[in-house]
């Protein structure tokens, strides 16, 4: 496992260049900067500050001397100052780090857990009303935009029912012990994740169901069947973990695509996470905290697939050899 995860590290670091060479780059290309937006909002009138502004942020110098400094901050873990939030863009991107953590893990359990509970009883019950139905679901809801479902679910359990809080993580000058204030918590996130979990719970039953099909049909499930195993185990056992591989792809790939996904989640719900973060940070050209919010997608989207090759070696031995 070691000299795998080492050499995988050792991939990723160009990469990771790349990803912050081409990141930059195409800021440098996008008009307008926050001295723009300040100007506009009428926070800065003065030329002369403005004008300081610009060579205190080091906007004054040609953009190759720019990206050398940029560089050599990133390889400091210095990603620049957040003038917006007045702190570090590192400070401010942990700040709002717990709130998407916490999104993400709960959304990517949920899309797992039904995902692929309903592969799995499409493809035991292929070609049956069970099959279709489920079919039928995953279709729509991989269709329907995460928004909509969110707007929607707020409509029906908070509005209409009044079971569940709009939106926010938590009641404002909510009283009480740690129970109720992770009560409160839980209650708030329900909703986002579910919008979220549901449009990727729909692409694990149809890839679970697909990969379960292709196992179901070959000659060691038999044997199972044959010597009297209960098809219970003979599902759960042996071919849930023969087709478990592209599950495994999957989970990896969504880590990295549910942070793009959860801006829109974030800003339906008021989600005070890294989501809400990079789309006002776009709005205000807050270019420094956009590039750290980009360089931390990259940074989870290597860290998943080293994490996914792992599991393939775990799950599969015929590949612990290569």
């Known amino acids: 496992m070691l000299p795998l995860l080492l050499r995988r590290l050792a991939q990723g670091l160009p990469l990771l260049l790349g990803v912050v060479v081409l990141n930059f780059t195409l800021i440098q290309l996008a008009p307008g900067t926050f001295l723009d937006v300040m100007t506009a909002e009428q926070q800065v009138s003065d030329p002369a500050l403005i004008e300081r502004l610009r060579v205190t942020y080091g906007m004054d110098q040609p953009p190759w001397m720019q990206l050398l400094h940029y560089l050599g901050s990133v390889a400091r873990l210095d990603l620049g100052f957040s003038y917006r939030q007045n702190m570090p863009v590192l400070d401010v991107i942990l700040a709002h ?22 592969g799995i009883v499409a493809a035991v019950r292929v070609n049956t009303l069970w099959d279709n139905v489920l079919s039928v679901a995953a279709v729509f809801f991989f269709a329907a935009p995460s928004f909509w479902v969110g707007i929607m679910l707020t409509v029906l359990f908070s509005v209409k029912l009044g079971w ?13 012990g740690a129970f109720a204030r ?48 209960a098809p219970r185990q003979v599902v759960l056992r042996h071919v849930l973990r023969n087709a478990a591989l592209p599950i ?22 008021s989600w005070p996470g ?3 973060l990079l789309l006002d940070s776009v709005s ?34 015929r590949i612990r050899g290569r």
């Open 97 to 118: 780090l717990p709130a998407t953590l916490l999104l993400m893990l709960s959304s990517l359990a949920i899309a797992a857990l039904v995902g692929v509970t309903a």
């Open 164 to 176: 569940l809080p709009v939106g926010g993580m938590g009641t404002l000058g909510l009283e009480g």
């Open 182 to 229: 992770t009560l409160d918590l839980l209650r708030h996130l329900l909703l986002p994740s579910v919008a979220l979990g549901l449009f990727y719970s729909a692409v694990y039953a149809r890839v679970t169901r697909a990969a379960m099909l292709e196992v179901l049909g070959q000659d060691f499930v038999r044997t199972a069947h044959a010597k009297g195993l």
């Open 248 to 269: 495994v792809t999957l989970f990896g790939l969504q880590l990295g695509t549910v942070l793009g996904g959860s801006v829109v989640v974030e800003t339906v719900f």
């Open 274 to 276: 890294i989501g809400a």
């Open 284 to 317: 205000s050209r807050n270019f420094p905290v956009v590039l750290g919010v980009l360089l931390f997608s990259a940074l989870v989207v290597i860290l998943a697939n080293i994490g996914v090759d792992l599991a393939y070696r775990r799950l599969d031995p």
